[in-house]
C-alpha cells in the first residue's frame, strides 16, 4: 500500500530560545498506510537568538527533509505554505504604578474627549430643546434626560465592548478584539513576507 502523508502547517508556534523543534511541534500529520510513527518525532530546527525573536519554516523545506529521511513517502500539503516561530525569552511583568498611571492616562484622555464632543455638538441645550419641545417648559439642566444619558453612555461602552471586567457578554468578539487580531495578523504576515524577501535576496546573490 502507498505511504501517504498529509501535512498542514501550523499558522503559528510559540517556543523557547534553544529548544528543539519536531514536526509534530510545527505540523499536524494524516498518515496513511505502512507511514512510519517516527515521522512526527522528525528534528525539524533547533531554535537561536542569533536571528532575532522570529524564525519561518517553510512546507518546501519541510518536504525536502521528509523526503531525505523518508524517501517512499507520499507527500502532500494543506493549509498555510509557512510557519511563524516566535521565540519568547519570558515577558517582564509591568510594575503596578506603570499600570496605574496608564489607567489615570486612560481615563483622564477618553473623559477629555468625551466633554470636547459634548461641548462641540452644544449637548447642553439640544437637552433643554429637547425637554422643552416634550414639556413646553425652559429648563437650565434637565436632569430628568442629562441622568439617563449619562447612564446610556457607559452602559453603552459596556455593551460596545462585550466585557464587564473578566465577564463577557456573549461569545461574540468586542471591536477591539478584532482590530487587536488583525493588527497581529499583519504583523505576522509582515514578518513572514520580509524574512521570503532576504531568502530570495540570498538567493539571487549567491546565484550570481
Do not use: W
Not at 515577558?91 to 499600570?99: D, E, F, G, N, T
Not at 449637548?123 to 419641545?133: A, D, F, G, K, N
Not at 465577564?167 to 493588527?183: A, G, H, I, Q, T
Amino acid at each position: 500500500m502507498e505511504n501517504i502523508v498529509t501535512i498542514r502547517l501550523k499558522k503559528k508556534v510559540t517556543a523557547k530560545p534553544g529548544q528543539r523543534l519536531f514536526l509534530k511541534d510545527i505540523a499536524v500529520l494524516d498518515m496513511q498506510g505502512d507511514a512510519s510513527e517516527n515521522l512526527q518525532e522528525l528534528l525539524v530546527c533547533k531554535l537561536s537568538l542569533s536571528n532575532g525573536n522570529f524564525a519561518v519554516i517553510d512546507v518546501i523545506d519541510v518536504m525536502k527533509l521528509i523526503r531525505r529521511h523518508f524517501p517512499s513517502l507520499d507527500i502532500r500539503y494543506a493549509g498555510p505554505p509557512q510557519t511563524l516561530i516566535e521565540i519568547q525569552t519570558g515577558s517582564k511583568r509591568p510594575s503596578l504604578i506603570a499600570v496605574i498611571f496608564a489607567m489615570l492616562v486612560l481615563f483622564i484622555g477618553s473623559g477629555l474627549t468625551i466633554m470636547n464632543f459634548h461641548m462641540d455638538v452644544s449637548m447642553p441645550q439640544v437637552h433643554e430643546r429637547i425637554y422643552y419641545l416634550i414639556t413646553g417648559v425652559h429648563k437650565k439642566s434637565p436632569l430628568i434626560l442629562q441622568i439617563p444619558y449619562s447612564l446610556g453612555i457607559g452602559i453603552g461602552i459596556f455593551l460596545f465592548f462585550n466585557r464587564l471586567f473578566k465577564k463577557r457578554f456573549n461569545e461574540e468578539p468586542s471591536p477591539l478584539e478584532l482590530e487587536m487580531y488583525l493588527y497581529q495578523e499583519n504583523i505576522d504576515q509582515y514578518i513572514i513576507n520580509d524574512d521570503k524577501q532576504k531568502a530570495d535576496c540570498k538567493h539571487h546573490e549567491s546565484g550570481t
